[in-house]
């Protein structure tokens, strides 16, 4: 199994810019690329981005759209998430998943190896 480790969560203020950061431990033969999810407190975990291992097909949740970007560095196995305008309801954890799948419409039950997480808070 894919060993993913998330970094770069932090405290922000609203409209700052944070850079999180996801390191694969190795890319399987079936793996398709990278994911971000979110989970605020007392909600469901929420889809964030996307993105294949090539780093020509992106997909974004509808929330971060415009805001965020997702890109991928296959020669280190690594995918970034570029969250800029950042507001208050961006604040939680935010996990790296790993994909088999390429679909428009990710849910959790798409990704077979998860990260352990970083906070990210936008304070007001």
């Known amino acids: 199994q894919v060993k993913l480790v998330e970094s770069g969560g932090g405290l922000v203020q609203n409209g700052g810019s944070l850079r999180l950061s996801c390191a694969a431990s190795a890319r399987t033969f079936s793996s398709y690329g990278l994911g971000w999810f979110r989970q605020a407190p007392g909600e469901e975990r929420e889809f964030v981005a996307a993105?294949?291992?090539?780093?020509?097909?992106?997909y974004y949740g509808d929330p971060v759209k415009g805001r965020f970007t997702i890109s991928a560095d296959s020669a280190k196995n690594t995918v970034y998430l570029q969250m800029n305008s950042l507001k208050p309801e961006d604040t939680a954890v935010y996990y790296c998943?790993?994909?088999?799948?390429?679909?428009?419409?990710?849910?959790?039950?798409?990704?077979?190896?998860w990260g352990r997480g970083t906070q990210v808070t936008v304070s007001p």
């Open positions: 993105i294949s291992w090539s780093g020509r097909t992106t």
């Open positions: 998943a790993e994909t088999q799948y390429d679909t428009s419409r990710y849910t959790q039950s798409d990704f077979r190896s």
